[in-house]
């Protein structure tokens, strides 16, 4: 946009405290939109419908695979549907609506993310290989994934978290909906975005207990 390429800003000022509200994360809150609409019941406060935060799209992608907004609250349909995503502008929340396709009845496909394969970790690589260890029909691609949607996850694995904060928070969504529990390794690696992400997990319900290997 030509208006925001130069600032001018004058020297001299200063500072005057004010109250004022921070809005909502919306790549935290998508993990707890998309484990609301894979039928757990949570409802997420502070999000801004109107927000630019280019992670926001998480609604704009439960809407297309069926589920409307009931204020913080998801209101899935009795099977997801699915649809095509397009992850250039929302890499972050690629791994946990990937989580989604793997429930939608259908084809997802998911483009546009290649820059995922230079996080924390190779997002893509990692999110493939967890979600197939737990029963997920998913295939990657050079930018993205194929994803041919099951009924339910199995569970009953080992999955690693790659270090990466992300992939080990879709994997603990991804333990609520599968029929055996899960063995998630590294997970403390949360700590770099959501250091109280197993807090809140198990407050609303989830079920997470520490155990030391070895």
């Not at 929302?90 to 996080?119: F, M, N, Q, S, Y």
């Not at 994934?145 to 994997?171: C, K, N, P, Y």
């Amino acid at each position: 946009n030509q208006m925001y390429q130069r600032f001018h800003i004058p020297g001299r000022q200063r500072y005057r405290p004010r109250d004022g509200a921070v809005e909502g994360d919306y790549s935290q809150a998508a993990f707890y939109l998309v484990a609301d609409a894979l039928g757990s019941r949570v409802s997420v406060t502070g999000l801004d419908s109107n927000s630019a935060q280019g992670d926001r799209a998480i609604l704009d992608i439960l809407s297309r695979m069926g589920c409307r907004m009931d204020g913080g609250a998801v209101l899935p349909p009795k099977r997801l549907t699915a649809t095509h995503i397009d992850g250039s502008q929302c890499p972050d929340i690629v791994p946990i609506a990937a989580l989604a396709a793997c429930l939608c009845h259908g084809e997802t496909k998911i483009t546009g993310a290649a820059r995922l394969r230079i996080k924390e970790c190779d997002r893509l690589a990692a999110t493939a290989q967890e979600l197939s260890k737990l029963g997920a029909r998913i295939e990657e691609t050079p930018d993205g994934f194929l994803i041919q949607g099951v009924e339910r996850l199995a569970g009953g694995a080992t999955v690693w978290s790659h270090g990466d904060h992300r992939i080990a928070m879709m994997l603990a969504v991804a333990a609520t909906v599968c029929q055996e529990p899960i063995y998630l390794e590294d997970y403390p690696c949360v700590r770099k975005s959501y250091p109280g992400f197993f807090r809140d997990f198990t407050a609303l319900g989830g079920k997470a207990d520490e155990w030391t290997m070895g």
